[in-house]
């Protein structure tokens, strides 16, 4: 489940949480530029698909990496 706010889906018990931007626009930001707003998008649909190749217990947050940061998830619990 994509969402800017992830308690929720964390609390109801969903397995896979990608922490998007806003409530309106979660996966991307209008306010930055076409280019910035499209590597933004790519990166938060970069870690959606790499959330359903990993293999979780519980409900994980998953946080898209900033561009030179190594993804990694954080479990909820």
Same mark, same amino acid.
């Given at each position: 489940?994509?969402? *800017?706010?992830?308690?929720?889906?964390?609390?109801?018990?969903?397995?896979?949480?990608?922490?998007?931007?806003?409530v309106e626009h979660v996966?991307?930001?209008p306010s930055l530029s076409?280019?910035?707003?499209?590597?933004?998008?790519?990166r938060i649909v970069e870690?959606?698909?790499?959330?359903?190749?990993? *293999?979780?217990?519980?409900?994980?947050?998953?946080?898209? *990496?900033?561009?030179?940061?190594?993804?990694?998830?954080?479990? *909820?619990?």
């Amino acid at each position: 489940m994509m969402t *800017a706010l992830p308690i929720i889906p964390i609390a109801v018990g969903a397995n896979r949480i990608i922490r998007g931007v806003r409530v309106e626009h979660v996966c991307g930001d209008p306010s930055l530029s076409e280019t910035m707003d499209r590597a933004l998008t790519r990166r938060i649909v970069e870690t959606a698909l790499g959330a359903l190749q990993t *293999a979780v217990d519980g409900p994980t947050l998953f946080e898209p *990496a900033e561009p030179s940061e190594a993804r990694e998830a954080v479990h *909820a619990s």
